[in-house]
């Protein structure tokens, strides 16, 4: 198997709710940060074969952020990009992924990491696929609402009411219906 290495590690500046970085979008930061890496190394953007990115709160206007984000920092259009989600471990994942696609001969370079505006994330509705006729229609936040709705609740409650520890998790913190 081959050795994989983290070459150069980079990040954006940390924001504030609403702050000063509200007005650019998870994807934008994502392209910052491609295009400040590859600046600094030097590499030859055609020599990257992947990029993968984790974004817990993904929307429609950019459904896979890793892709958008490479095509938004000027990556050459043959370069792909995959986008996952494993909730608050979902960075550490991506740069996993990254690689184990570098260790198993998938890919010699790859972008990995981590991007989030949480400041941009949508409120949506699950109401209007089927139209709405009359009345009114519910709107989410998903920052609110994709926390709650991250697990189905009804499995939660079968795992907590047959474990073995008594309803209590690994970190001695109980359910609560």
């Not at 924001?15 to 491609?34: E, N, P, Q, R």
């Not at 600094?40 to 990257?48: C, N, Q, V």
């Not at 979902?90 to 505006?117: K, P």
Request: aromatic share 4%; with cysteine; proline share 3%.
């Amino acid at each position: 198997m081959r050795r994989a290495a983290i070459v150069s590690p980079i990040r954006t500046a940390v924001g504030k709710f609403m702050g000063s970085l509200s007005s650019m979008g998870a994807g934008d930061l994502g392209a910052v940060a491609i295009r400040a890496l590859v600046e600094r190394t030097g590499i030859d953007a055609e020599r990257i074969d992947d990029v993968v990115f984790a974004q817990g709160y993904g929307n429609g206007e950019a459904p896979c952020i890793a892709r958008w984000s490479a095509l938004a920092a000027d990556l050459p259009l043959r370069v792909p990009g995959y986008q996952l989600d494993r909730r608050c471990g979902s960075g550490l994942q991506a740069i996993i992924d990254a690689a184990m696609m570098v260790q198993t001969g998938a890919a010699d370079v790859v972008i990995a990491g981590g991007v989030e505006s949480m400041s941009n994330v949508e409120y949506y509705s699950t109401d209007m696929r089927k139209g709405a006729r009359s009345g009114s229609s519910t709107m989410h936040d998903r920052l609110v609402r994709g926390r709650v709705m991250s697990q189905p609740i009804e499995a939660l409650r079968h795992h907590h009411r047959h474990d073995r520890n008594g309803g209590k998790s690994r970190q001695g913190l109980r359910y609560q219906p």
